[in-house]
């Protein structure tokens, strides 16, 4: 009798294990059929389009997600405590809310005249798009640039809310833009620009704490986020006790917070980290884990492309390569990130560096084992995917592979860091400085006394302890090490912020792992994170009453 317990137990054991094995292949299955099937005529063609629209990308890798996911979310609202949907409905609903969560709730579009220095008047376009209020407020960055466009908006809006849900920031995703170029205004003329949008956005109640917060993005900045919180602190916020949480990435003297410039920055080296440093996505690529010696290219020496070269220069990766829009430099044996840093401001361009060899565009092509993408949308697409030798690309930007470039990097065994994950840092940095804003207090400052005379009395009890046991030896002082003494007074707000942003990038990092083991997914991390962003959207629209 127990000879054959044992028995079935043993054959249980190889059936599961069986299953478990066979699971990857039934997801692949599904996906394959679910988009023949549900994916929208206009995208089919997507894995193959040589210059796709920036929202139909966002739209298409949603559905690559939905197609994996759909059974497993029927399946859940099975399990729901009281449910009594059929089979068909629970279908219907799950249906039901993937349609709506691929929708973009509202864009609004603008246009507004400014007076030049010169006396001549000129007509500014503005967009603000709303992609989800799944969770408020809603979050998205505000860009200047003369490529904004309403597709554009509502393509960054889409992707603000998978990047939030991916990284567990309680926001929905939003996007702002200008139909201008920075360069060519004054200061005077940028201000004017930038309150008068403001408040044409508040006008329309596109704007607010609880509501929507923009961010800094393309040529905006501190300077920028701070005009835009004192347009709306001295209109409808001054009644608002809130109302310096209405922005983020402001100066830290009016509710700004330390590490929000870097945060996207070294976001991305967190990103890349958690992989790098993973034995087994190595040994795939055929590297070995760290950053040691690993040589890295960055295109685009703005903020992201600037701190991502600082922090992964200080892990011990060499910098071999940076590439911008009017020239590209290259050294073999590294660029100096600090260096670098210190020519364009004092020059304006990376042309001319001289502790490194002119190059051009076709650097980005050159041999390395990281290549970071930190610019612009669509730079690796059908025609150059093929000539990309890096082993990992990790996009600093935001969209910068087409879905055609995508399947091609998977391919040739690329590992390919998806934007909504690695390039989440400045999001969930954001979100810090909003609740350091709701709370009105600093980060550290009820508790860094109180770290400070606890590791005094710490020590000091330690100290007493030992004479106690070894008396005759008498006085025995005990001294704290280099690295606790910098630690003793307690976290800084800069040290939380960087511990909070650690945290979160490894934790994400870890469920894109699970979520790709899970569904078979190999090196298609992209495909993995847009799953966990739309079970978790999926699960808060659901919870909070789908009407269907």
């Known amino acids: 009798m127990m000879f054959k317990r044992a028995h079935e137990s043993l054959n249980a054991s190889k059936l599961l294990i069986l299953i478990r094995k066979l699971q990857p292949l039934f997801y692949q299955v599904q996906r394959r059929t679910y988009l023949e099937h549900n994916m929208p005529d206009r995208l089919k063609d997507m894995s193959t389009r040589a210059n796709p629209k920036f929202f139909d990308m966002v739209e298409y890798f949603f559905h690559k997600a939905s197609a994996l996911v759909e059974d497993k979310l029927v399946e859940d609202l099975a399990k729901i405590k009281g449910s009594k949907l059929t089979l068909e409905q629970r279908k219907t609903k799950v249906r039901g809310i993937l349609s709506l969560m691929e929708q973009c709730n509202q864009v609004v579009e603008v246009t507004f005249p400014i007076k030049r220095d010169s006396g001549q008047y000129e007509i500014v376009r503005g967009f603000r798009a709303q992609h989800s209020t799944h969770k408020t407020p809603c979050k998205g960055g505000m860009r200047f ?37 920075h360069k060519k205004y004054s200061e005077q003329e940028l201000e004017k620009i930038t309150r008068r949008f403001t408040l044409q956005l508040i006008k329309l109640g596109f704007i607010g704490p609880s509501i929507d917060v923009p961010a800094p993005d393309m040529g905006t900045g501190e300077r920028e986020m701070s005009w835009l919180a004192d347009t709306y602190a001295r209109t409808i916020g001054y009644q608002d006790i809130n109302h310096q949480a209405c922005v983020t990435g402001k100066p830290i003297n009016q509710g700004g917070i330390h590490g929000r410039i870097s945060a996207t920055g070294r976001g991305v080296y967190h990103g890349i980290e958690n992989f790098v440093s993973d034995e087994s996505y190595m040994k795939m690529l055929g590297l070995t884990p760290g950053f040691k010696d690993k ?23 060499k910098c071999v390569g940076v590439i911008e829009h009017d020239g590209a430099v290259y050294s073999e044996s590294g660029v100096d990130p600090k260096n ?17 060899k002119a190059a051009d565009a076709e650097l980005m092509f050159h041999e ?89 009395h710490l020590l000091q009890s330690v100290q007493e302890s030992l004479e106690r046991k070894f008396c005759e030896a008498g006085e025995i002082p005990i001294v704290p090490s280099k690295a606790f003494h910098n630690r003793i007074a307690g976290a800084s707000e800069k040290d939380i912020v960087h511990s909070g942003l650690s945290f979160t990038m ?43």
């Open 506 to 548: 490894e934790r994400s990092a870890k469920a894109i792992k699970d979520t790709a083991e899970k569904y078979g997914l190999g090196m298609d991390l992209r495909s993995a994170a847009y799953v966990n962003s739309v079970h978790k959207i999926f699960v808060s629209i659901n919870d909070a009453g789908f009407a269907y």
């Open 145 to 181: 640039s003369l490529n904004v466009s309403r597709d554009e908006v509502k393509a960054l809006a889409a992707l603000m809310t998978f990047k939030c849900a991916c990284v567990d920031v309680p926001f929905g995703g939003s996007k702002a833009g200008l139909m201008i170029n």
């Open 295 to 317: 040589t890295v290219i960055i295109q685009g020496f703005g903020n992201v492309g600037m701190h991502t070269m600082r922090y992964l220069h200080r892990a011990g990766a």
């Open 368 to 456: 390395c084992d990281i290549l970071v993408p930190a610019a612009v949308e669509k730079v690796i697409t059908k025609e150059n995917a093929d000539k990309i030798k890096a082993k990992i690309v990790a996009e600093g930007a935001n969209g910068p592979i087409t879905p055609a470039g995508d399947a091609i990097l998977l391919k040739k065994n690329i590992l390919v860091i998806p934007d909504l994950y690695v390039n989440a840092g400045g999001v969930t940095v954001s979100f810090f400085e909003w609740l350091k804003n709701i709370n009105h207090v600093s980060y550290g400052r009820l508790t860094f006394k109180y770290e400070r005379d606890s590791n005094y």
């Open 340 to 356: 670098l840093e210190d020519w364009v401001l004092t020059n304006g361009s990376i042309v001319g560096f001289p502790e490194a």
